[in-house]
């Protein structure tokens, strides 16, 4: 499966839109890239999911260039509120089962008053 | 509608001891998830049960640690002779169409506090 890399931490402040972007050099022809929200003493919360160019829904957008190579989460307008770990995440819809996602370290997005 | 509910929340017990989690996914969610989070790290992947197939052990950390999937809805958690290492917290997930990058939808977790 293809590995991901996003950075480890990053802080803003309310009001300002938040970009987290995953490096996923070697993500195959069938890989989705799925983002998931996770707030302290809670599980993960899926946010996203998309294959190519860009996907928007109530909470997120998700970019994707061309070569899909790397991704970016777009949080619109960020509240104290959205301080959480974010995990990118790279796998197909595959039913074998040997096609598990892994779920890194993530990102931990903290919003600064 | 109703998530996936873990049970209990948080659980102590002494090192030796047998003890049993519980998850209830979703209901109609074919495919549940078992992980294992410990403080400021990822999740580790555990045991998967996807429809009527044998379920996928191989996350499993040691023979001491077994879970089974009652009428492809409930599934238990059972880590037997308990170690300090095992304290973490237990998440459960399920989804609604078999697949390995499938959405899942996740409980709260149970915290496990080995003394």
């Known amino acids: 499966l293809a590995k991901t890399t996003q950075p480890i931490s990053m802080d803003s402040y309310e009001g300002q839109e938040v970009n987290i972007t995953c490096s996923h050099n070697n993500i195959a022809t069938n890989d989705y890239i799925t983002w998931y929200q996770q707030f302290p003493s809670q599980g993960p919360r899926f946010i996203i999911q998309?294959?190519?160019t860009k996907v928007t829904n109530e909470v997120a957008s998700l970019f994707i260039p061309a070569d899909r190579k790397s991704s970016t989460l777009s949080l619109p307008r960020v509240s104290l509120s959205d301080t959480a770990v974010y995990y990118c995440l790279v796998g197909p819809h595959s039913k074998n089962r040997d096609d598990k996602i892994i779920f890194g370290k993530g990102t931990r997005l903290h919003i600064l008053p | 509608g109703a998530g996936v509910s873990q049970s209990p929340s948080n659980k102590v017990t002494e090192k030796g001891k047998d003890v049993e989690l519980r998850c209830d996914p979703i209901?109609?969610?074919?495919?549940l998830y078992w992980y294992r989070q410990s403080l400021g790290q990822g999740l580790e992947f555990l045991i998967y049960f996807q429809g009527n197939s044998a379920p996928d052990k191989s996350g499993l950390p040691s023979d001491r640690f077994s879970a089974e999937r009652t009428g492809g809805s409930v599934s238990t958690l059972t880590i037997q002779r308990t170690q300090q290492e095992d304290s973490a917290v237990y998440l459960c997930?399920?989804?609604?169409?078999?697949?390995?990058?499938?959405?899942?939808?996740f409980g709260d977790g149970t915290r496990l506090s080995i003394l």
């Open positions: 209901s109609g969610h074919t495919a």
């Open positions: 997930a399920s989804s609604l169409v078999q697949g390995a990058n499938q959405p899942q939808h």
């Open positions: 998309g294959y190519k």
